[in-house]
């Protein structure tokens, strides 16, 4: 008798779980990995796929469903994503730049009250030092970025800077980027945007995992108290992932980060569940209609609508309320995605441990190199972190592990850079360095001034610019990998004080 379709999918993904484990044995979490290691010819990514048979079977067990578009692969993602943070809604993108332009795009709708709605011409804050798709989609729709300065040891916005930034009756949101897995001081940021009424967007994506922890009174003050979704507290603290604490965030699943679906991202609605239906909008074309793919006539008035100058009746699954886009993934990304989730936990966990690992290994170098702290931390040591007068705590979930070449050092951080290259070990600058050096930049203050405005000089973003580079701290690591680079790095300044 012939096999069943259950029997033959289930026996191909039997096979398929049998050959990723032949094939894949380089791509398993740090020192379960079973790939061969040689030292200078094996190279050391700064960050990379870390998954097992479970996500190839799960990607496969899709196709062979054959549901290409997001779908409910997607659905139960997005659920089981926001339960994860404890928001409102997760909606899933085809990537963390999408994600940042389908947020900011939300906070233009002109369903939101005049007051509150981003316009042409309105400003936003952020950061100067970053990456570029934090700021594009501020400058895409028509309003004016406002750049504050980094400080050079958390990599984060300058917060005592915001109110020299604000402008009464111009600035509208605060848009910017936990730094490489450190969260910048959601504190100060949160009473500044509470104080002037303005939107707080997050740039989550290097940050998925980060914890925030305010004191208590702090917490209820701006809102939050021990009851509220997504909330931990232990009578001190208050504590909630990065990316629950504005009004908007946003992830990305590109390969480097926390998770990965290939391609892929997503816009968290924190606490205001309309803003769900206007991202929604942006994302998929900028239909009014919110059915789900494959369904009609959610709203059980499929044919009752009568919106702008279209005869009563016309379809809504064909009503456009903006100017939208069509960012969605594919099915079988979310059920990698899905499969990923779970492992999130031991991730972060793996993130934290191999930071560690590097700064105790290079603590010797500090006569020439300088080393990152979480925000609020004051200084290290091999027992951990010392804090601040605030309170506040930093859980690090870390993107990278950033090194700062100081300036009495004898090399610069471009050759220490193209020396671990050399050595097969991946590093990176901290993306765009300070963006307004960008060409981009440079040419659009030439051919519109007044299309971004810059409110402090900007000395620590030149800083990390000129100093700063990054290694990795992803979970597909191993011991002797990191061994690697800390010699690596001990030769090197070795050779160059000598």
């Given amino acids: 008798m012939s096999p069943t379709p259950a029997e033959i999918k289930a026996e191909i993904l039997r096979l398929t779980r049998e050959y990723s484990r032949l094939t894949h044995t380089a791509n398993r979490p740090g020192d379960a990995a079973v790939a061969p290691f040689t030292p200078g010819v094996t190279t050391v990514p700064y960050a990379g796929r870390v998954f097992t048979e479970d996500e190839v079977e799960a990607g496969v067990g899709s196709m062979l469903d054959f549901w290409l578009t997001l779908g409910p692969q997607g659905e139960a993602f997005e659920q089981e994503l926001a339960a994860v943070l404890g928001v409102k809604h997760s909606l899933l993108v085809n990537s963390g730049s999408s994600a940042n332009l389908v947020a900011f795009s939300a906070l233009t709708t002109h369903k939101l009250p005049p007051a509150r709605r981003i316009q042409p011409g309105d400003e936003v804050i952020t950061a100067a030092a970053g990456f570029p798709t934090t700021v594009s989609p501020i400058l895409q729709a028509g309003a004016v970025p406002v750049f504050i300065d980094n400080d050079p040891v958390t990599g984060n916005a300058r917060v005592d800077q915001l ?21 910048f001081d959601l504190g100060a940021v949160l009473e500044f945007c509470r104080r002037h009424e303005l939107w707080l967007v997050e740039d989550n994506c290097d940050a ?12 209820r003050a701006l809102g939050f108290t021990q009851n509220s979704p997504g909330i931990q507290a232990d009578g001190t603290h208050i504590t909630r992932y990065t990316g629950t604490w504005g009004d908007l965030s946003t992830q990305s699943f590109y390969p480097p980060h ?10 968290n609605i924190v606490h205001r569940p309309a803003l769900k239906s206007y991202a ?12 789900a793919s494959g369904k009609d006539n959610t709203c059980g008035k499929r044919f009752g609508w009568q919106l702008g100058g279209l005869p009563e009746g016309y379809d809504h699954k064909y009503i456009y309320s903006h100017l939208g886009y069509n960012l969605k ?15 999130l936990p031991a991730f972060i966990a793996a993130r934290a441990q191999n930071w560690a690992y590097l700064r105790a290994g290079l603590a010797g170098l500090a006569e020439f190199l300088d080393f990152s702290l979480p925000t609020h931390a004051t200084g290290w040591d091999p027992s951990g972190f010392s804090w601040d007068a605030t309170g506040c705590r930093t859980g690090c979930s870390w993107f990278g592990f950033m090194i700062r070449v100081k300036p009495t050092a004898p090399f610069t951080h471009i050759e220490l850079g193209r020396h671990l290259d050399e050595k097969k070990i991946g590093n990176r600058m901290l993306f765009g360095g300070n963006l307004l050096r960008q060409p981009v930049f440079v040419q659009l203050k030439k051919d519109r001034p007044s299309s971004f405005r810059v409110a402090t000089p900007m000395d620590g973003a030149d800083a990390i610019m000129n100093t700063a580079i990054f290694l990795g701290t992803y979970p597909g690591l191993t011991t002797p990998m990191m061994d690697y680079e800390i010699e690596t790095l001990h030769r090197f300044v070795a050779q160059a004080s000598a």
């Fill in 163 to 183: 109110e020299a930034a604000f402008s009464p009756g111009k600035t509208k949101a605060v848009m910017m980027a936990h730094t490489l897995g450190n969260p």
């Fill in 208 to 219: 998925l995992g980060c914890t925030y922890s305010l004191t208590v009174e702090r917490a």
């Fill in 258 to 267: 926390h998770l990965t679906m290939g391609e892929g991202g997503a816009v």
């Fill in 280 to 291: 929604e909008s942006f994302r998929d074309w900028g239909r009014d209609c919110w059915c």
């Fill in 329 to 343: 993934p594919l099915d079988p990304q979310a059920a990698i995605g899905r499969q990923q989730l779970k492992k």
